[in-house]
């Protein structure tokens, strides 16, 4: 879809977007197109006794002169618009054109100053629309739905600074759709290494890629995430990449992933219902990989990390049995009691080698990771560990901004006995009880005091409710979030 920003007024004819507040009241600029078509927009806001409450919208047909359609949008309340209710405005409008099966329309933006400054409205607006229209279709031999909007200018007092807003906003948006797209691809087309290449793609982006082999990862000593591996015929992958854009001395920030191209179970396999949806266990590193392409596409001025573990957990004749004890690269034995606890042990050497090799200021790992998380907490909110207040404060802030969510959970002592072994250091589950903390807490272990949080994405990852913003089976969860903690906090 092709998104521009120009003048005040809209060209007389085609479609037009116009907004009204409580009572059905037009937003001033759109009062003058009332007028110019002999006030057929006031009389059939009247007729529909449209209130102009959120969410609504008013279809008007052939108004006069050379005009097809005015649409009029619902605000509400204008007191209560934030940015993100511009963002999900934006998806709505571009959701209700689709299915009108419009393909090119003017929005004419105008909103109260207390809202935001014009230019930013408008870029609000256009980046919901952009978050709205993804499609994931390339396994269709037709295409279906969508598409079919190809055109949205924003009109604005102000197109130019409107256009440079949107850059930023774009580059967020670049990222989510390349979070969903490899959340979405099928588990037989996207392995280990072809996850890597689409990383390794990512160079051209000005993103310095890294990528690491079994044998590399054999010498590192990186028996936790082998293990895991060694059940499948796919190679496992290391990719590290990295953004330069703050200054030479600062510290980076580290995001980790968890990167299971598809999770079986392995000899702890999984009941077979549902089973399919693990082809989404790789949404951390999805969103890890998005967040460093819109880190880079907006230039953003900071240095980060992005480290993701890309392993198959496979019942193969070679694969790790209950009872196997693996050495990690840190030097702590596990014993594996469970191989569908597999994720935990990806990440304990992902976390050690980044924390080893960058020194970072922070690091935040996500991961599908339990199913107890998606108990505790549903699909609204992801699971929040950490051992620093202000990293947790920053992050729900992040999250009610965004609009993904992030709820603390509790890590102490007394949950983390419940992972020693007899036999090793530790073990990969504990009881019955409290499976997301224990896995919390077994990851803790191999953070070494680092500045860390944990967010067990589980139930946010894939299949939520749909929204204005997002129609996919995956909805690119987190890279809005990472993004908007970064640019608040961390830019020089
Ligand atoms: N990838 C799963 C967790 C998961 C479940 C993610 C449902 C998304 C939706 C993870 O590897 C896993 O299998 N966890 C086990 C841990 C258990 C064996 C201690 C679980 O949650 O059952
Ligand atoms: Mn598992
Ligand atoms: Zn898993």
């Not at 796919?234 to 999770?263: C, S, Y």
């Not at 594996?336 to 050690?352: C, F, I, P, Q």
């Not at 922070?362 to 202000?390: C, Q, R, W, Y």
Request: charged share 20%.
């Amino acid at each position: 879809m092709n998104i521009t920003f120009l003048g005040p007024s809209p060209a007389r004819s085609g479609v037009i977007v116009v907004f009204a507040g409580q009572g059905g009241q037009l937003a001033p600029r759109a009062q003058g197109l009332d007028s110019r078509s002999s006030g057929a927009i006031t009389r059939a806001i009247k007729a529909a006794a449209f209130s102009g409450k959120r969410d609504q919208s008013l279809d008007i047909l052939a108004p006069g002169g050379k005009l097809s359609r005015v649409v009029v949008f619902g605000l509400g309340d204008t007191a209560k618009l934030h940015p993100l209710d511009l963002e999900m405005l934006g998806g709505g409008i571009a959701g209700t054109l689709q299915s009108m099966k419009i393909a090119e329309a003017a929005v004419v933006t105008d909103f109260p100053e207390a809202v935001g400054r014009p230019e930013q409205c408008a870029a609000w607006l256009a980046s919901g629309a952009r978050l709205r229209v993804y499609e994931f279709s390339r396994y269709k031999s037709r295409r279906t739905n969508g598409g079919q909007l190809t055109a949205l200018a924003f009109h604005t007092t102000s197109p130019a600074q409107a256009r440079k807003a949107f850059v930023a906003l774009d580059a967020v948006a670049e990222g989510v759709h390349l979070a969903r797209d490899l959340v979405n691809e099928p588990p037989n087309r996207l392995f280990p290494v072809d996850f890597a290449n689409r990383a390794r793609d990512l160079g051209r982006n000005g993103l310095k890629v890294e990528i690491l082999t079994p044998s590399q990862m054999h010498k590192l000593g990186m028996g936790a995430l082998l293990g895991v591996a060694q059940g499948s015929a796919q190679e496992p992958r290391l990719v590290i990449m990295r953004w330069n854009g703050g200054r030479r001395t600062d510290q980076p920030l580290a995001f980790i992933g968890k990167g299971v191209t598809f999770d079986t179970g392995g000899i702890s396999i999984k009941p077979a219902a549902g089973m399919e949806d693990m082809k989404g266990d790789m949404g951390g590193a999805a969103c890890v990989t998005g967040l460093m392409l819109a880190l880079a596409r907006r230039k953003a001025k900071v240095n980060a990390i992005g480290a993701i573990g890309l392993v198959e957990n496979m019942p193969g004749g070679n694969a790790q049995r209950p009872g196997d004890v693996v050495k990690s690269m840190s030097g702590q034995t596990i014993a594996v009691l469970n191989t569908d606890a597999e994720g935990r042990l990806v990440l304990a050497d992902v976390l050690w080698y980044v924390q080893r090799r960058f020194k970072p200021r922070f690091m935040i790992d996500l991961a599908t990771l339990t199913g107890a998380i998606v108990v505790a907490l549903g699909k609204e909110h992801a699971g929040l560990f950490s051992n620093d207040d202000e990293l947790v404060q920053r992050l729900s802030a992040a999250g009610l901004a965004t609009g993904e969510k992030v709820w603390r959970m509790p890590l102490t002592p007394e949950y983390d006995k419940l992972i020693d072994s007899d036999v090793a250091d530790m073990k990969n589950i504990g009881g019955r009880n409290a499976g997301s903390i224990i896995a919390a807490q077994f990851i803790q272990r191999f953070v070494n005091g680092v500045p860390w949080a944990h967010l067990d994405i589980a139930g946010t990852a894939f299949d939520g409710a749909r929204t204005a913003i997002n129609q996919s089976w995956a909805p690119g969860w987190g890279v809005r979030l990472l993004n908007r903690l970064v640019a608040e906090h961390y830019e020089s």
